[in-house]
């Protein structure tokens, strides 16, 4: 059985699950062009709008957007052939990035369950 749920806490969730894979998209594309001349890596940020939507209320029940992640150069030096990209950072971004998808996937598992014992007894 499956069903929608639009309160804060669900929305929350819904952002942060996207803004992980957006970044999971990202770090695979910078990782992906580590010997391109000129490329430069990037960064997702999608906590710090999160962070502000939850603690203005603006994720209040009913809300079925959430908040939007950005996309931003990061500020690691750039080598001789003009690329930023640092292999050990990304592998490491990739995996925290992975930790965190799968602790939210748990939160989102855990919640509908609960739901669902809380709907059917």
């Known amino acids: 059985m499956s069903f929608a ?3 804060a806490v669900s929305v929350a969730l819904h952002s942060a699950l996207n803004g992980l894979s957006l970044r999971q998209q990202v770090i695979a594309d910078d990782i992906a062009n ?3 001349p000129h490329f430069r890596a990037r960064t997702v940020d999608f906590e710090s709008a999160l962070r502000k939507a939850i603690g203005d209320g603006s994720l209040a029940e009913g ?3 959430g908040v939007a992640a950005t996309t931003l150069p990061t500020d690691t030096p750039v ?3 003009g690329n930023n990209v640092d292999l ?3 592998s490491m971004a990739a995996i925290q990035t992975q930790f965190q998808y799968q602790m939210l996937g748990r939160a989102v598992s855990d919640r509908h369950a609960l ?3 809380a709907v059917h007894g």
Do not use: C, H
């Open 88 to 90: 050990r950072k990304e």
């Open 5 to 7: 749920v639009s309160d």
């Open 63 to 65: 809300a079925t957007r």
């Open 79 to 81: 080598g001789m052939n």
């Open 115 to 117: 739901i669902t014992t």
């Open 34 to 36: 580590v010997d391109t």
